[in-house]
Nanobody
Framework: QVQFVESGGSLVQPGGSLRLSCVAS????????MGWYRQPPGKPRELVAA???????YYVDSVKGRVTISRDNAKNTVALQMNSLKPADSAIYYC?????????WGRGTQVTVSS
């Protein structure tokens, strides 16, 4: 069964940093492009960052220069390091396969950026 478990979200002040982690199971992790998505309240879910099997990366313009995605194929994990956080980054963050996500979404992890 495909499963994604996200963690690391928190309440943080503007300008702060967070590191999100996700453990995937039930998939052949190393062959998949992996991504972090986010869904702000009342808005659709969007792909924020992706890392493909050769470790090349993609970032949505709004997070470029502030966010780094990484993966550990030995541990089936994907991480998202977020720096210089802004209130606009507040959302529930999810991981899944990038571009063609599985229907099985995890619970996500809440990131709230507020003073």
């Amino acid at each position: 069964q495909v499963q994604f478990v996200e963690s690391g979200g928190s309440l943080v002040q503007p300008g702060g940093s967070l590191r999100l982690s996700c453990v995937a199971s039930g998939i052949l992790f190393s062959i998949h492009d992996m991504g972090w998505y986010r869904q702000p309240p009342g808005k659709p879910r969007e792909l924020v960052a992706a890392i493909v099997s050769d470790n090349s990366t993609y970032y949505v313009d709004s997070v470029k220069g502030r966010v780094t995605i990484s993966r550990d194929n030995a541990k089936n994990t994907v991480a998202l390091q977020m720096n210089s956080l802004k209130p606009a980054d507040s959302a529930i963050y999810y991981c899944n396969v990038a571009y063609s996500p599985f229907n099985n979404w995890g619970r996500g992890t809440q990131v709230t950026v507020s003073s």
